[in-house]
């Protein structure tokens, strides 16, 4: 048993016995460190101490705290220059929604009176055009006044405005029908007719002048050829004519103005008619006109020939009796500016 023991207790021994051989070694090992570093730090500090005192002896003279003073002052100002850019950055930001916000309201202003000035010159465009249908029935300056009207108007894209232009595109439809109408320019050849009323050769003229007698002095004494001539002379007297119709009247020189003036006036009355829409009155007056230019002027003069032809041309035209209606545009447009003026 007692060997037993012995044996039992002996690695135990041996183990503290080792701790106790390791323990000092590791203080040794501790204390050298300690030491090396200890000698790090004098040697640094001996290497400061000497910099400051060698190298750089102004560091010394230098009021630290002075500077760390001024330096925190300085922060202090920068502090307080930065919050006042931040305010005035915010006080710009205001500033700019500001005129933002009045910019939109100029832009939208502008855009008002822009549509205010386009619907007014619309609406004059519609008065002219109207006016120039109904006054002068001028089929060509009343749509050339439409169509600019619908441009105008689609110009401002306003959806308001589409009632005024789908009326407008079937007045424009309306008139397009009547187009090729040139009232203007048959008024106009009228009134060209009318002027040229002095200058037409009358008829009779060369009539009268064939129907003089020259009588002729025999020049031979013989009594053979004094009586030949005399026969010739006794048949030139007497001719004889065969015509389908009787024979115009031969009218006194101071009959010539009056007819003539009567002529202009009945020129003068089918352009009025004509402007009027009177469609019975100028076909009766140019009726008249061809009539009185067969009977009493110069059908064998280039001048009445080409009157004659105008004037049948001008009988056989198209003429319309009424212009269509084309206020409805007009009336459409007023109704859409008193909505806008009273909202």
Request: hydrophobic content about 45%.
């Amino acid at each position: 048993m007692a060997d037993t023991e012995s044996s039992a207790t002996t690695p135990a021994a041996k183990g503290e016995a080792k701790h106790t051989a390791v323990s000092p070694r590791s203080g040794r090992v501790r204390g050298g460190l300690a030491l090396i570093f200890s000698l790090i730090a004098l040697i640094s500090g001996g290497y400061l101490w000497y910099m400051l005192l060698y190298e750089r002896p102004d560091l010394l003279a230098t009021d630290v705290v002075g500077k760390l003073t001024r330096i925190e002052g300085e922060m202090q100002e920068l502090r307080g220059a930065v919050t006042s850019v931040e305010q005035e950055t915010t006080a710009l930001q205001e500033s700019s929604t500001t005129i933002q916000a009045g910019l939109e309201g100029i832009r939208k202003d502008l855009l008002k009176n822009r549509a205010d000035w386009a619907m007014a010159e619309a609406e004059q465009l519609m008065v002219i055009a109207n006016h120039r249908l109904q006054l002068a029935r001028d089929v060509g300056s009343a749509l050339a006044a439409l169509r600019a009207t619908d441009r105008l108007l689609e110009s401002l894209a306003d959806p308001n405005l589409l009632p005024v232009r789908r009326t407008l595109a079937r007045e424009i439809a309306s008139l397009e029908a009547l187009e090729r109408i040139d009232i203007p320019g048959m008024s106009l050849r009228l009134v060209q007719l009318a002027e040229q009323a002095d200058r037409l050769p009358l008829a009779g003229a060369g009539r009268a002048a064939s129907e003089t007698v020259a009588v002729s002095t025999p020049a031979n004494t013989d009594w053979r050829t004094s009586a030949h001539d005399l026969w010739q002379d006794l048949k030139s007297l007497v001719r004889i004519r065969y015509h389908s119709e009787g024979q115009k009247p031969l009218l006194a020189p101071e009959q010539h103005y009056f007819l003539r003036e009567n002529l202009r006036l009945m020129l003068f009355g089918a352009q009025n008619a004509l402007l009027q829409g009177n469609v019975p009155v100028y076909q009766e007056n140019l009726k008249s006109a061809i009539q009185w230019l067969r009977d009493y002027y110069d059908l064998t003069s280039q001048v009445t020939v080409a009157a004659l032809a105008d004037l049948e041309k001008l009988a056989t035209a198209r003429v319309v009796a009424e212009m269509p209606n084309i206020a409805g545009s007009l009336a459409a447009l007023r109704d859409v500016k008193s909505r806008r003026g009273s909202t």
